[in-house]
């Protein structure tokens, strides 16, 4: 497997494509692509600015998605490269998101070590009755979550 740079409009049309449970991110800082030996997409990445705003400090990057089509080793591979990226360009922590069901071992096999459990919480529909009914409910409202995060050591 190779790490290589790939667009956001690539990565957003590989999550569209393979992944289960979530829709593609809108913006990112930077996506990560993982290629196979004759070259075809298998994973990617992507990171960007902390959803929560009290992470938004200018020194956390959140890893948004990871998707893959089930290689071996493939997610943990890439939470690594975003992490030595993330590193690289002076951040010194970088978070991310597992529901609670999943086991994390991509994330534990990457150095990531778990944080705490979050409770669920109502999707982006519950805000707003007004807007209940033109709102999609593809996402994480509902599902227990759990918070990872990795960090510089100084």
Same mark, same amino acid.
């Given at each position: 497997?190779?790490?290589?740079?790939?667009?956001?409009?690539?990565?957003?049309?590989?999550?569209?494509?393979?992944?289960?449970?979530?829709?593609?991110?809108?913006?990112?800082?930077? @996506?990560?692509?993982?290629?196979? $030996? %004759? /070259?075809?997409?298998?994973?990617?990445?992507?990171?960007? !600015? #902390?959803?929560?705003?009290?992470?938004?400090?200018?020194?956390?990057?959140?890893?948004?998605?990871?998707?893959?089509?089930?290689?071996?080793?493939?997610?943990?591979?890439?939470?690594?490269?975003?992490?030595?990226?993330?590193?690289?360009?002076?951040?010194?922590?970088?978070?991310?998101?597992?529901?609670?069901?999943? @086991?994390?071992?991509?994330?534990? $096999? %990457? /150095?990531?070590?778990?944080?705490?459990?979050?409770?669920? !919480? #109502?999707?982006?529909?519950?805000?707003?009755?007004?807007?209940?009914?033109?709102?999609?409910?593809?996402?994480?409202?509902?599902?227990?979550?759990?918070?990872?995060?990795?960090?510089?050591?100084?």
């Amino acid at each position: 497997m190779v790490i290589s740079p790939i667009t956001l409009k690539t990565a957003q049309a590989f999550i569209a494509q393979h992944h289960r449970h979530n829709k593609p991110p809108r913006g990112h800082k930077f @996506s990560i692509g993982l290629k196979n $030996a %004759a /070259g075809e997409l298998i994973g990617v990445a992507t990171a960007g !600015r #902390p959803i929560a705003r009290h992470f938004d400090d200018g020194l956390t990057l959140e890893i948004n998605r990871t998707c893959t089509t089930g290689e071996r080793n493939a997610n943990s591979a890439l939470y690594g490269a975003v992490w030595r990226a993330a590193r690289a360009m002076g951040y010194q922590r970088c978070i991310t998101y597992t529901q609670a069901d999943e @086991s994390g071992a991509s994330l534990r $096999a %990457a /150095g990531f070590v778990r944080v705490r459990e979050l409770p669920p !919480r #109502p999707g982006w529909a519950a805000s707003s009755v007004a807007l209940k009914d033109k709102r999609d409910p593809i996402g994480n409202g509902g599902v227990s979550r759990v918070l990872w995060e990795i960090r510089r050591v100084v």
